[in-house]
């Protein structure tokens, strides 16, 4: 019966591959727990009308169709850290799990969509990190953004796609979160010196192999990881885990927080 069991895992890794393989990016699909929305549809412009505690939707010509989270502490006479969250295979822009991760309190949160799925995964990497650096630019004529606190982070599918993105710039941020997924790069990673580089991955997930090695080929090149299993856990997050929120604090929150943890 465990022999079977592997098979079947390794069968199911080994399509996942093949389905990246043929669409330049995809992953198994996943059931995200839904997210509360609002019927704003209008691309930020200003300061006016933040509603802390709300997700906020856009429908913007330019970067197309997103959401945004604005903690409930929110106030604008200081920065705030922020985190770019991307989703599952067969889902639309969500900030969970991360909303969960952060008690809803001391982050910004923005589900990202995806580009549209046209040319090399090397064209998408450099399209997805465009429209990521123009949402920045929208949101920050609303919202106080900490530029040297920003995060980027994703489950299953949304975080095979974190790691092309961070491995296209990583000096833009302060720290990486791969859960449910490796790395989807070329077999060498640039380097990335002491860059903040979370990855969790559940114990009994069929991506676990592909993590870990993520984890090895991360610290090979001078990345700070951190490699956390989600105990009797499958394809899922473990969203009560407090490593993983002690890691989003001491790497988001300015030391002087009073909620960053040391």
């Known amino acids: 019966m465990r022999t079977t069991a592997m098979n ?103 589900g990202m969509e995806y580009v549209k799925p046209v040319g090399t995964a090397r064209q998408r990497t450099e399209d997805e990190l465009a429209n990521l650096k123009r949402i920045h630019n929208l949101l920050a004529k609303r919202l106080q953004i900490n530029d040297r606190r920003q995060l980027i982070g994703g489950f299953s599918m949304g975080g095979w796609w974190t790691s092309l993105i961070a491995e296209k710039e990583p000096t833009l941020f302060a720290g990486v979160v791969i859960l449910g997924s ?34 090895k080929s991360y610290r090979s090149q001078g990345a700070a990881v951190t490699l956390e299993i989600f105990k009797g856990r499958d394809h899922s997050v473990d969203t009560d885990n407090a490593v993983l929120k002690t890691w989003l604090d001491n790497h988001g929150l300015d030391p002087g927080n009073p909620r960053a943890r040391k």
């Open 182 to 215: 490796g790395r989807a790069g070329s077999r060498n990673p640039p380097r990335m010196t002491g860059l903040p580089v979370f990855i969790g991955i559940g114990e009994n997930d069929p991506s676990r192999q592909a993590a870990e090695v993520a984890a």
């Open 8 to 110: 079947l895992k390794n069968a199911w890794l080994r399509k996942l591959l093949a389905i990246f393989a043929m669409t330049s990016l995809s992953a198994p699909p996943v059931s995200l727990a839904a997210d509360k929305q609002n019927n704003t549809a209008a691309a930020p412009s200003d300061k006016s009308a933040v509603e802390p505690g709300k997700i906020v939707e856009i429908d913007d010509p330019q970067t197309g169709k997103w959401k945004y989270w604005v903690p409930k502490d929110y106030t604008p006479d200081r920065s705030w850290p922020i985190i770019y969250c991307y989703h599952g295979m067969g889902q639309t822009a969500v900030v969970w799990p991360f909303r969960n991760l952060t008690d809803r309190v001391g982050f910004i949160l923005v």
